[in-house]
């Protein structure tokens, strides 16, 4: 996906002595930094996800931010506002981890804009009324909480110290959207139909955003093994059906899974067969917004374009400033 930064890495020599020192530094559970020797496949895969969950975070503005201009109230509309604010920030903070391991921010928004690079299913479905941002914020982050603090605890510190700040505005996020929920659960008979309706729509994508079963998740094992994931798919999953069941149903709402279940002996619920051939319709780029959301994000690139040519160009009369000065202080 990133082919030029990649090139580079691939012909450092994997060292199986090398390889045993950073294994014990992970099982240790010491940070590997950016000027580490790493395995080439350990930097691919955090190029890979934390390049995925940047796009994520960026393309996740979309769905939300449609309705900044159409908040039902002053104080829904600034809470919006910075909510959806963080989320690029959150973007930022990760391209720049991202970019310690040696890929360019250009190629990672190529990846994007091209197509090659995924971005999480959940940000491909329509925004349709308020309701659902009191949805998003209560079940999509709260699944990404869940999801981001195991990674808080990732063998790699930017991507680590990253997730530390994120989940702490995540927190934020959770409870505006709880919050909309109780008041419209507890609200006027449509306003409960509505964020109802909004719980049937994201439901299952949400169940999705954990990605596949862990027996069809083939980057797992290695995540796994090299601490960058702490947590499996399927273990993070079960960890939000146990908590967010109990607190809907308090609230007289209902999930749409005809077999969901409790289970008394392992304490869990279960929930009934996901339709993992959706799922990946959807991440290859099918989905029901996919092509609305990628259209939106050509087009802030492209109205960007000026910004970035005056910078570049600033750039370089900057430089030859400061080679006139022998580099040395501000040319004005
Ligand atoms: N969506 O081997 P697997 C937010 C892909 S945004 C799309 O299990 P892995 C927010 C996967 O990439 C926060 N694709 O993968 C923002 C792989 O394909 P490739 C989003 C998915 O990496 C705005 C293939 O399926 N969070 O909070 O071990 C508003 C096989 O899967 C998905 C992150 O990005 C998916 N859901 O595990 C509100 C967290 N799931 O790449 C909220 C960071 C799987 O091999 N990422 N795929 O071609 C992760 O933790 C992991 O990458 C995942 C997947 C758990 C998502």
């Known amino acids: 996906m990133y082919g030029n930064s990649l090139e580079k890495v691939r012909t450092v020599e994997e ?24 395995p080439a496949e350990y930097r ?16 996740g503005m979309l769905p ?3 309705w900044i201009t159409r908040a039902p109230s002053l104080r829904r509309k600034l809470i919006l506002l910075a909510k959806v604010q963080d989320e690029g920030g959150h973007g930022q903070y990760l391209y720049h981890a ?32 308020y309701a659902d941002v009191g949805v998003i914020g209560y079940l999509v982050d709260f699944a990404a909480i869940l999801n981001q ?9 930017p991507y680590a110290r990253a997730m530390v700040r994120i989940c702490a505005e995540e927190n934020f996020h959770k409870k505006q959207g709880q919050d909309l929920v109780i008041r419209m659960a507890r609200g006027t008979p449509t306003q409960k139909a509505m964020v109802q309706d909004a719980i049937n729509r994201w439901w ?26 702490t947590k499996t798919n399927d273990e993070l999953r079960q960890a939000f059906l146990n908590q967010i069941v109990p607190e809907l149903h308090a609230l007289g709402l209902s999930v749409p899974d005809p077999d969901l279940r409790y289970d008394e002996e ?67």
């Open 204 to 229: 299952w994508p949400t169940l999705m955003m954990f990605g596949p079963h862990d027996s069809d998740s083939p980057n797992s094992e290695v995540l796994i093994r090299w601490g960058i994931k």
């Open 266 to 332: 392992s304490g869990n619920w279960i929930h009934g067969p996901i339709d993992w051939d959706h799922f990946w319709r959807v991440i290859k780029g099918h989905g029901p917004c996919n092509h609305e959301r990628m259209q939106a994000r050509r087009q802030a690139h492209e109205d960007g374009r000026w910004v970035r040519e005056a910078l570049a160009a600033y750039a370089s009369r900057q430089g030859r400033n400061d080679a006139g000065n022998g580099g040395e202080g501000l040319a004005l």
């Open 149 to 157: 603090t195991m990674l808080a605890r990732c063998s790699y510190g």
């Open 64 to 66: 939300e931010g449609a």
């Open 98 to 129: 991202a970019e310690t391991l040696g890929v360019t921010r250009e190629e990672m928004i190529d990846a994007l804009l091209s197509g090659k690079a995924k971005y999480s299913n959940v940000f491909n479905y329509p925004t349709l009324n």
């Open 44 to 59: 691919r895969q955090l190029i890979r996800m934390i390049s995925q969950h940047a796009h994520s975070e960026i393309v």
């Open 15 to 38: 060292d199986p002595e090398r390889l045993r020192e950073f294994e014990e530094r992970i099982r240790s559970g010491e940070k590997i930094e950016p000027g580490d020797w790493m």
